[in-house]
């Protein structure tokens, strides 16, 4: 009876512990966001006094969007294009090696230690920095926003690519050795049906995510869409930046599209 009770009375204790420690978390976490928002200016209503009048002016000025120039913008927009694809391709075949190393089990632990630090230290760069430094490096154009699109993928990348890796059902992978089944055969059969999905969802995503990034490239040099979006903001040719920007839409839209279609022609070809 004394035992029941000591029992019960531990686990009162405890349950009220995790409840006073989860409010302490939750009060914390409200006074980082409030300390934050405090920071940055957002909590000021001056700040807000003309956003909404100064969007509408320029919303004004921008319509309707001009697209008298849409002849000029055929090599830009393939410049943007083949930024987002070279830039991702370049990343995959860099980041699948390395998240191979990095993830749990598949290597050495000092070697997956120091892949997992060169894939935090590439991420933590911004690729509109990477793209300054390659702008010095090779000279303005696509190539430097290719170069820049393909170092910070490698570090996205090789760090789901690890992930997903290290999920790997090792089951059918020890069925198909014991077998006597070469690895050529134990990677096919058994490894890449597990992660082929996935891998291929996240090369997508990040092919989509590199489209955006390369008109940012643009600003710095890199060409694309980006250089005329903010050569049409800087001559206050706004009608035309918004047919500029209307067109980024249409192309990323089109990209979506093109990458829900081949994620369901794997996810079909997997799963059959």
């Given at each position: 009876m004394n035992a029941a009770f000591a029992e019960r009375q531990a686990l009162l204790k405890a349950t009220a512990q995790r409840a006073w420690l989860s409010r302490l978390l939750l009060i914390l976490g409200l006074g980082v966001?409030?300390?934050?928002?405090?920071?940055t200016g957002a909590l000021d209503?001056?700040?807000?006094?003309?956003?909404?009048?100064?969007?509408?002016?320029?919303?004004?000025?921008a319509w309707p969007?001009?697209?008298?120039?849409?002849?000029?913008?055929?090599?830009?927009?393939l410049d943007t294009l083949t930024m987002s694809v070279a830039g991702t391709v370049g990343g995959i075949l860099a980041a699948l090696p390395l998240g191979a190393l990095a993830a749990g089990g598949q290597a050495p632990a000092p070697l997956r230690q120091l892949v997992l630090l060169l894939l935090n230290a590439i991420r933590s760069i911004p690729s509109l920095v990477w793209g300054i430094l390659f702008v010095a490096a090779v000279g303005f154009g696509p190539l430097p926003g290719v170069l820049a699109l393909a170092t910070h993928s490698t570090g996205m990348l090789g760090k789901f690519f690890a992930e997903t890796f290290e999920h790997v059902d090792r089951a059918p992978v020890d069925a198909l050795r014991s077998q006597g089944v070469p690895v050529l055969g134990v990677l096919r059969f058994g490894v890449l049906p597990q992660v082929l999905p996935r891998l291929v969802d996240v090369a997508l995503?990040?092919?989509?995510?590199?489209?955006?990034?390369?008109?940012?490239?643009?600003a710095i040099g890199a060409g694309g869409l980006?250089?005329?979006?903010?050569?049409?903001?800087?001559?206050?040719?706004?009608?035309?930046?918004?047919?500029?920007?209307?067109?980024?839409?249409?192309?990323v839209s089109l990209v979506n599209l093109l990458g829900a279609q081949i994620r369901r022609r794997f996810l079909d070809s997997t799963t059959a």
């Open positions: 966001v409030l300390l934050a928002t405090r920071y209503a001056e700040r807000y006094r003309e956003l909404l009048p100064t969007l509408w002016t320029l919303a004004g000025d969007p001009a697209f008298e120039r849409w002849e000029h913008w055929s090599k830009p927009l995503y990040r092919w989509e995510h590199n489209i955006r990034a390369a008109t940012t490239l643009g980006g250089l005329e979006i903010v050569t049409a903001f800087h001559l206050f040719e706004y009608r035309e930046a918004l047919a500029l920007i209307a067109v980024l839409l249409a192309l």
